[in-house]
């Protein structure tokens, strides 16, 4: 079993930067490909950006190419999301997810792990 638990979300101004943390208990997650994913209100979870096992291969969504990095540290069993330039419209729950497959790793029920999720606000 995989528990996960996000961290770093909050309030920012358009144009500032976060960075969400999720940090992953167990043995196993230099084993554990990464995903995040986000929920805006009245809107579906989609896809934000992806990370394999060992960093080698990432994949972002559009939306967030170019502003948003993702990395991980297995020594301390935690991948990262730098978010820069946030606008309005990157507001939504972020949530953060595993999965023992790098297959379609941009959809969502691959994944079997999820954290509970962070809020992050970006305000105009």
């Known amino acids: 079993q995989v528990q996960l638990v996000e961290s770093g979300g909050g309030l920012v101004q358009a144009g500032g930067s976060l960075r969400l943390s999720c940090a992953a208990s167990?043995?196993?997650?230099?084993?554990?490909?990464m995903g995040w994913f986000r929920q805006a209100p009245g809107k579906e979870r989609e896809f934000v950006v992806a990370?394999?096992?060992?960093?080698?291969?990432?994949v972002y969504a559009d939306s967030v190419k170019g502003r948003f990095t993702i990395s991980r540290d297995n020594t301390k069993n935690t991948v990262y999301l730098q978010m820069n330039s946030l606008k309005p419209e990157d507001t939504a729950v972020y949530y953060c997810?595993?999965?023992?497959?790098?297959?379609?790793?941009?959809?969502?029920?691959?994944?079997?792990?999820w954290g509970q999720g962070t809020q992050v606000t970006v305000s105009s």
């Open positions: 167990g043995r196993t997650f230099s084993s554990l490909a």
């Open positions: 997810a595993a999965d023992w497959t790098w297959g379609r790793i941009a959809v969502q029920k691959q994944y079997h792990y």
């Open positions: 990370i394999s096992w060992n960093g080698d291969r990432t």
